[in-house]
Nanobody, 125 residues
Framework: QVQLVESGGGLVQAGGSLRLSCAASGRTFSSYAMGWFRQAPGKEREFAAAISRSGGGTRYADSVKGRFTIARDNAKNTVYLQMNSLKPEDTAVYYC??????????????????WGQGTQVTVSS
């Protein structure tokens, strides 16, 4: 069983930045592909960013490319999402997710086994 705890959400003005963190339990964090997803009110959960087990591979949704950066520190069992140039449309609950044993960068929600509780990000105009 893997527990994921997100932190770092909050209220920010458009153009501002936030850094989300997701701390994972367990000793095999380096064997998990990790991802960040988000869900705005009334919308389905969508992919934002993902990273491979080693951190050498990343992928981004077109809507966040060039503004968001995903990174991981396997020594600290933590994955990060640096969000810059935030826009009101980035407002959502952000979830981190883990896909144990997945050796590629995964973008589909159904492949992820474990999910955090989510952290709210609100961007005001």
């Amino acid at each position: 069983q893997v527990q994921l705890v997100e932190s770092g959400g909050g209220l920010v003005q458009a153009g501002g930045s936030l850094r989300l963190s997701c701390a994972a339990s367990g000793r095999t964090f380096s064997s998990y592909a990790m991802g960040w997803f988000r869900q705005a009110p009334g919308k389905e959960r969508e992919f934002a960013a993902a990273i491979s087990r080693s951190g050498g591979g990343t992928r981004y949704a077109d809507s966040v490319k060039g503004r968001f950066t995903i990174a991981r520190d396997n020594a600290k069992n933590t994955v990060y999402l640096q969000m810059n140039s935030l826009k009101p449309e980035d407002t959502a609950v952000y979830y981190c997710a883990a896909a144990p044993g997945v050796g590629w960068v995964e973008v589909t929600t159904r492949t992820y086994t474990y999910w955090g509780q989510g952290t709210q990000v609100t961007v005001s105009s």
